[in-house]
């Protein structure tokens, strides 16, 4: 049984990579909206902000990647409500295969894709001026936790794809999630917003998770937050996976 | 227990909340047979076939498939089936020979190019095998499908509604296919609202009505329900049109003034 999940994962993954080749443009958009945020922000806004003896580019960067990721699942969400709704779902519940197969074809294709995006963005960044002091290990850091955090907004992103009813449902979701990171350390210092507002901005994942990543850029030690940052990522991935599978479950049966 | 690839359907039940779709389904599909289900738009033909095929779980009954049940052996009936959906399953961005190629796969099967090249020329596809299936007619995509659904020899197919939306020509394209899978002795389960494609393509008829079997036969048995009194008016054979209309209870004559 488990050699027919690896076995039909593969299968399932390698076909929803060559839909990606077969529509670039869907990674080309994943990145637009970030790399477009980059640009407003470092060439408009960022001479007022004042985020201390950084560059604003380095200071933006880790918020611009969570984004990145928060609209690249859409299109996660998006490839399987396609599935489920043009009757390929039921052509494959049907068949002799791993019953887990077909999430997972979708969700690796999700990591897949969604790197590829911060690879463009943090190529832009490059370009803008952003530099790091980050050796092999702070990079691979990185790599994990955005990874992480991928499959947790993927889980996530599985639900609305296996129960919207049309296509504005799918996207929906995900609007939320791109906010998120404007109500946190991402833009500004938390230090300057009003109390209720710094409360939400210090307790939601956003925070944690972009300092990380600035500090393991910046070179610097990773503190305490680094911690709770790869806690907000497995807790978020472990809910979402969760209730993505009992959503599944509910669907196949 | 009917012959290991048949069908037997005993006392299904299955509603959408409180919508009764059906309510006590018997019905014996026996192997190496093209059995029709015949029965109006809103019938239950595609419930009864979701439920054979694993994809929703029966209210009540039981339905066995090539001797397997369909909720506690499941992943055995999978073994056994395709499915040909109502609305044609196929992957859009990939290509006619992708599409049988990924299903080759997926069925484990030695030699899935080979496979699928097969089918292609089987299926007269053969042309269009490098074209993205977006670009398809609705009678090619049908086609494919039908061929998908083929890949690995399943004893038992289903087939729901498999030329609603397509053009004459194609129709009869889809009949042949059909017809030559009855010789291959496989067990064919076809839904249909057409009558004259029941005719064409089945060994036996059953009429879902109202949530039951009204009636289960062969095209002669079925003539023969009809009332002897109408025979007079008619110079040709009753089409099986009129049977169903004589079973269903309706007016024929209120019924074909609305054609
Ligand atoms: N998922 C569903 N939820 C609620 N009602 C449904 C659902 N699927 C089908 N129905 C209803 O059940 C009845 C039978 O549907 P169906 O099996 O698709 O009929 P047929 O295939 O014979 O046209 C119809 O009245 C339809 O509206
Ligand atoms: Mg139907």
Known sequence: ?253 | MTTPAGIEIVGLTKAYGDHAVLEGVDLVVSAGTIHALLGSNGAGKTTVVKILSTLLRPDGGSAAVAGHDVVTAAARVRESISLTGQFAAVDEILTGRENLVLIAELRRIADPGGVADALLTRFDLTGVAGQRVATYSGGLRRRLDIAMSLIGEPPVLFLDEPTTGLDPQSRLEVWKTVRELAGHGTTVLLTTQYLDEAEQLADRIAVLHDGRIIADGTLAELKQLLPPTTVEYVEKQPSLEDIFLAIVGHDGAATKETR
């Open chain 1, 1 to 253: 049984m488990t050699t027919h999940v690896v076995h039909d994962t593969d299968v399932l993954l390698r076909r929803s990579l060559r839909h990606i080749l077969r529509s670039p443009d869907t990674i080309i958009t994943t990145a637009v909206t970030p790399i477009a945020m980059l640009l407003l922000f470092v060439y408009v806004f960022g001479s007022a902000i004042d985020v201390g003896s950084d560059s604003y580019v380095n200071y933006l960067l880790p918020g611009i990647l969570l984004i990145t990721v928060a609209s690249g699942i859409a299109y996660t969400a998006f490839r399987l409500f396609t599935d489920v709704s043009g009757g390929v779902f039921e052509r494959f519940q049907s068949m002799p295969i791993a019953r887990p197969a077909f999430l997972w074809g979708h969700v690796l294709t999700s990591v897949v894709a969604n790197l590829t995006s911060l690879v463009i963005v943090v190529i832009v960044a490059l370009l803008m001026g952003f530099r790091t002091g980050a050796g092999v290990l702070a990079w691979l850091a990185v790599l994990g936790i955005m990874v992480l955090f991928t499959l947790a907004l993927t889980w996530l992103a599985v639900i609305p794809g296996l129960t919207a009813k049309s296509v504005d449902g799918v996207s929906g979701f995900s609007y939320p999630l791109i906010f998120l990171p404007f109500v946190s350390s991402a833009f500004v210092p938390t230090e300057g917003m009003p109390a209720p507002v710094r409360w939400f901005a210090e307790h939601q994942p956003v925070t944690p998770i972009v300092n990380t990543i600035r500090d393991l850029f910046a070179g610097q030690p990773v503190g305490g937050e680094g911690v709770i940052a790869v806690a907000w990522c497995v807790g978020l991935l472990l809910v979402a996976y969760a209730l993505a599978m009992r959503t599944y479950r509910r669907k196949i049966t």
